[in-house]
């Protein structure tokens, strides 16, 4: 077999291992790629080489340091991230002196489970195709116009990933943008501006739905647990609030989802200006396509239907049986139904983040257990009240900005996790209510519309090729403030009105 | 390209080692999309216009992972979009670079196709390439690679077929991600770490000539070697530099232009221009190369170690300038 080179190619092996050889040997490419690695070691060794301030324990020393490295590394990435889950469990047996036993249990609780049954449950749901039927459904309500389209995909993209979590929803949707796109114009350069609006549509669409539902992303499972774990008294009754059901956090984020989405569209097409008003060209053949498939099959009803289920066990039953059992039936009724192989679910879920939200979760208990959180939580409110963060509104902003700070460069879960108890504490030492306060740092999570890797979604539709990095920046910082006046404005005047 | 086919993957065969051709000229061209990048094919298109050369166009797509996309495998999405038959990104721009290079003269004639996949690690799609051979045995090739970042593509690729010269774009695409501060440019990083000679173009134009810059040194006086003859690949007129960094040195750099000089010409080739300015390198070279299509600088030789700390004349230049500049080095073996 003629190679690119004219000869066989050499094996992957062979060329990993010389690749090694010129670079750590030659030019300490090694080191220069993992610099990062060790300079978290080596803050965190400084850090440990202090006695703790006054006020925190030596565990909660250790503790927040791990804290620490463990965001420069969420960061930065100098090691894969799983392999910084693996260190914080490490660190929390060998620097902490836990039990081996109680860390692992507290690696799995019910936000892990409901993580895990969603991931499956969303390549289950990826699987049947049903995007072609989802886009023949968008175009024939909306019609042709580009702005019409976009507001239709970004609504419809909305819904469902309120409630099924975003990554589902921004895999689903992207053939269908890029489809679009592509039936519109072959030449990128042309179409440049029409694939922005679309993916935009997409993946802005789902971001500010997520917050719409507690199924919506694992952040809000996150922030649900967290509630439950750190007030919730089963002898005190004044402590029942913190139990959070499916419909209350409904009535708290869905309406401000809803005011969202109209504004997605209008920034978007302020900002892009696409080539192209009208799909029509595009649409035409899009039909045809989709008239290929033929009526709908049986197994595509049976999906809809178990997806159906799925969301009433949600709202209906996540108090009693927690949301990770309910996601947890959803993906063995698909495994049963024979709509889905367990290879296509092995394949399509990274297990890694699992493993990572697992940790982060636990680290954050553990921040919460040696009182860190607490020394955390005051420390920020010190520095905060001389410029009016202390309460009120001016605090709920700061933990926005913090929260949409962290949340743009690293995962939005394991931003709410490390951040949730510091916030939480915070609320309760400042005397506002631990749910708002919440509230605002589960929702400014999402807004991580800068960076490509700030949400899936995002990191979704750039996978297409068609976006520059640059594109986030230059419509994310209208989306960031367009979303904080709104969630700001629904912490003020219409929470209060649905009862803190 | 979409030719993929599956059920014909061969594993490449165990315990073969490619050996490269000696005598061949081998250009890596890594292209994105970017008007910059294609302007360096343009001027690959040239340098590589003889029998003797082959031309392999690369475009890096980073790999399909799932830890970004919140655990869900992108992967998941693109067996979803190859089923509705829209390509992978990166094939319309690597069609687009082999039409320019086939419209260009000298690769007029029939051309043998063949298609290799190779697998890789994490990603269902894998590498793609499509070789192109004429009847001389000139090979222009289509790599489509999957790599953890561009760079680290870049480079891999190098490493398995060994090139001459890797051109790329110092395209808006390729600077460091927004808010990554620790993530340098793909084209800088290559220029640093690239076992060979590496042109990052900008605003390429033709026509221009080459500045040589030289210092004096052995392996400056190698770099002149190099590029003489490069540029009488594309028929480019030669210029030479050297910059003295107070009065009293200039007597030695107008020793290193002459040597430079006599090498050249000894060579065979014209000297168009010489030029031996006083005053800081850096700002002397960058100024003066706006006239010329491309600045010429011999890589420094520190080691990556002293690199890091004490800077290198090259790589600022390589940093500030706003035009092309070539940083030559010596292709490992």
């Known amino acids: 077999m003629v190679s690119e080179s004219g000869s066989t190619e050499p094996t992957a092996v062979e060329s990993i291992s010389s690749r090694f050889d010129l670079r750590l040997g030659a030019n300490l490419y090694y080191f220069w790629e993992k610099k990062w690695f060790f300079i978290a070691l080596l803050v965190g060794f400084v850090l440990l080489s202090f006695d703790p301030p006054e006020g925190l324990t030596r565990a909660g020393q250790i503790v927040l340091t791990m804290s620490i490295m463990a965001t420069i590394l969420f960061v930065t990435e100098p090691i894969p991230l799983p392999g910084v889950a693996l260190l914080i469990i490490i660190g929390e047996v060998l620097l902490m002196g836990l039990e081996s036993t109680e860390v692992a249990k507290s690696l799995m609780n019910d936000s892990v489970l409901f993580i895990m049954g969603s991931l499956m449950l969303a390549v289950a749901v990826v699987r049947q195709r049903l995007d072609k039927r989802i886009a023949w459904l968008i175009v024939r309500m909306t019609g042709t116009k580009t702005t019409r389209v976009c507001f239709g995909i970004s609504i419809v993209s909305g819904v469902l990933a309120s409630f099924i979590g975003e990554h589902t929803v921004a895999a689903m949707m992207l053939p269908v943008g890029i489809l679009l796109v592509t039936l519109t114009s072959d030449d990128p350069k042309e179409v440049r501006s029409l694939a922005a609006v679309i993916l935009f549509s997409i993946s802005y669409g789902c971001s500010v739905a997520g917050i719409g539902t507690p199924s919506g992303g694992a952040r809000n499972a996150i922030m649900i647990g967290y509630w439950k774990e750190f007030f919730y008294d089963p002898t005190n009754p004044e402590t029942f609030v913190y139990l959070m059901d499916y419909a209350k956090w409904m009535l708290y984020a869905y309406p401000m989802f809803l005011i969202q989405v109209p504004i997605v569209t209008f920034i978007l097409f302020v900002t892009f200006r696409p080539e192209h008003r009208d799909l029509s060209r595009a649409i035409v053949r899009l039909r045809a396509q989709v008239a290929e498939e033929g009526p709908m099959k049986a197994g595509e009803w049976v999906s809809i239907g178990l997806f159906f289920l799925v969301l009433l066990g949600w709202i209906l039953f996540s108090q009693d049986l927690g949301m ?43 921040m919460k257990d040696t009182g860190a959180a607490a020394w955390v939580a005051q420390s920020f409110l010190d520095a905060l009240a001389p410029i009016g963060g202390g309460e009120g509104i001016g605090l709920w902003a700061a933990v926005s900005v913090l929260t949409t700070a962290i949340t743009n460069m690293m995962s939005n879960g394991a931003a709410v996790a490390v951040l949730g108890p510091i916030v939480l504490n915070m609320a309760d030492l400042a005397g506002e209510s ?5 509230f605002v740092c589960a929702v400014s999570s999402a807004f991580a519309y800068l960076t490509v890797v700030g949400t899936p979604a995002c990191t979704i ?18 989306m960031v403030i367009a979303s904080t006046i709104i969630m700001l404005t629904a912490a003020a005047v219409y929470w209060p009105l649905v009862g803190t | 390209m979409t030719q993929r086919t599956p059920d014909t993957e061969e594993p490449a065969e165990p315990g073969a080692v490619s050996a490269p051709e000696e005598k061949r000229f081998r250009i890596l061209v890594c292209i994105d999309g970017s008007e910059e990048s294609y302007r360096g094919l343009r001027y690959a298109a040239r340098l590589g216009g003889g029998v003797d050369a082959d031309i392999c166009l690369l475009y890096v797509r980073p790999v399909d992972q799932g830890l970004r996309s919140g655990g869900l495998q992108v992967r998941v999405a693109r067996e979803n979009m190859l089923n509705w038959g829209l390509e992978l990104p990166g094939i319309k721009h690597l069609e687009k670079g082999r039409d320019m290079l086939m419209r ?31 009847a001389q045995g000139k090979r ?19 490493d398995q077929f060994k090139y001459d010269l890797i051109v790329l774009g110092a395209s808006a695409n390729w600077a460091p991600a927004p808010l990554s501060l620790w993530d340098p440019a793909v084209a800088e990083k290559v220029a640093l770490y690239a076992p060979c000679s590496v042109l990052v173009a900008r605003e390429l134009e033709e026509g221009h000539g080459h500045l040589i810059c030289t210092d004096g040194s052995e392996r400056a006086q190698r770099a002149v070697e190099i590029d003489a003859n490069i540029a009488a690949r594309c028929n480019c007129s030669i210029s030479l530099m050297s910059v003295a960094l107070d009065q009293e040195s200039l007597p030695e750099a107008q020793r290193n232009v002459a040597e430079a000089r006599k090498l050249i010409e000894s060579m065979g080739f014209e000297v168009k221009d010489s030029y031996t300015p006083v005053g800081s390198p850096i700002d002397e070279i960058i100024e003066q190369g706006q006239h010329f299509s491309l600045i010429v600088l011999s890589d420094t030789g520190k080691s990556a170690l002293k690199r890091f700390f004490l800077g290198s004349v090259a790589v600022k230049v390589l940093e500030k300038a706003n035009h092309s500049v070539m940083i030559v080095r010596e292709t490992e073996s």
């Not at chain 1, 990770?324 to 049963?336: M, R």
């Not at chain 2, 690769?107 to 051979?133: C, F, K, S």
């Open chain 1, 324 to 366: 990770g059992t309910v996601a947890v039936s959803g993906a063995v009724a698909f495994l049963i139904a024979g709509l889905v192989r367990w290879e296509d679910i092995n394949n399509g879920v990274n297990w890694g983040v699992v493993l990572l939200y697992a940790a982060a979760i636990s680290l954050g208990v553990q």
């Open chain 1, 434 to 438: 631990p749910i708002v306060v919440g």
């Open chain 1, 461 to 478: 539709v750039y996978s297409s090729g068609f976006l520059k990095t640059t594109d986030f920046l230059v419509v994310g910082w209208k």
């Open chain 2, 104 to 134: 260009l003269a000298s690769m007029e004639g029939d051309w043998d196709e063949e298609t290799i996949h190779r697998d890789v690690q994490g990603d269902p799609l894998g590498d793609n390439a499509t070789v192109y051979t004429n």
């Open chain 2, 140 to 158: 222009l090739i289509l790599k489509l690679k999957v790599a953890s970042d561009i760079a680290s593509g870049i480079l891999e690729q190098w």
